[in-house]
């Protein structure tokens, strides 16, 4: 339950930067909340699903293929809440890569990664 909570909170971190950082991202003070929620259901519940159904991908790719996945699962979040968009894929690719970053820095701070 500890680790979840410091996983929305490093979410809920890189988010707010992300919506300070880029133009490209806007979010609503509610949206915001509820991306972070949309994330953590999906990356609990249906990102495990297609790791496993497009591992060969992943081989092949050299585990790039990654990167894209999580990339459509940040697309499949904004999608679903309203008050919260992006202009452009590319700009996902790159927010995947800071929300990655804060998540591991909050991990490694508050000692929830083993």
Do not use: C, Q
């Amino acid at each position: 339950m500890k680790k979840v909570g410091w996983t929305l909170a490093g979410n809920l971190i890189a988010l707010y930067i992300l919506d300070v950082l880029f133009d490209g991202i806007i979010f609503t003070k509610k949206a915001l909340l509820l991306m972070v929620l949309a994330l953590w259901l999906l990356n609990s519940f249906v990102k495990p699903v297609l790791k496993f159904l497009t591992a060969p991908l992943s081989w092949i790719t050299f585990g790039l293929w990654h990167l894209v996945l999580n990339a459509l699962i940040l697309y499949t979040a904004f999608r679903f809440v309203p008050g919260a968009y992006f202009s452009s894929f590319g700009l996902l690719v790159v927010s995947v890569i800071v929300l990655s970053f804060v998540n591991t820095l909050v991990n490694k701070l508050f000692g929830t990664e083993k």
